[in-house]
């Protein structure tokens, strides 16, 4: 992690996508190792008959749009916060 005047920490990252069914994936983002270790555990899948717009399952009653542009190189995301 940088600020303006350098370097101010290292923090370990990793991303693991597994498919469960034809439709569905896992992913899990990892930060921390050892005991400072965390897992976010998440699910994604493409909203029925929309080319290019997912939902992430966030497996805690919050699921999220996002949507693929620019011939599917980018992934775009809206939250609102009420």
């Known amino acids: ?3 303006r005047t350098g370097k101010t920490m290292d923090l370990y990252m990793g991303l693991n996508i597994l ?3 034809s439709v569905r994936h896992t ?3 990892i930060y921390g190792e050892g005991e400072k270790r965390q ?3 998440y699910e ?3 909203k029925k008959g929309e080319i ?3 939902m992430i399952d966030e497996k805690n009653s919050i699921v ?3 949507f693929l542009f620019h011939n599917f190189k980018r992934v775009h995301s809206y939250k ?3």
């Open 64 to 66: 999220l749009d996002d």
């Open 19 to 21: 498919p469960i069914d």
């Open 27 to 29: 992913f899990t983002i």
């Open 52 to 54: 290019g717009h997912y």
């Open 39 to 41: 897992e976010r555990l």
């Open 80 to 82: 609102r916060i009420l």
């Open 44 to 46: 994604v899948f493409q």
């Open 1 to 3: 992690i940088y600020k």
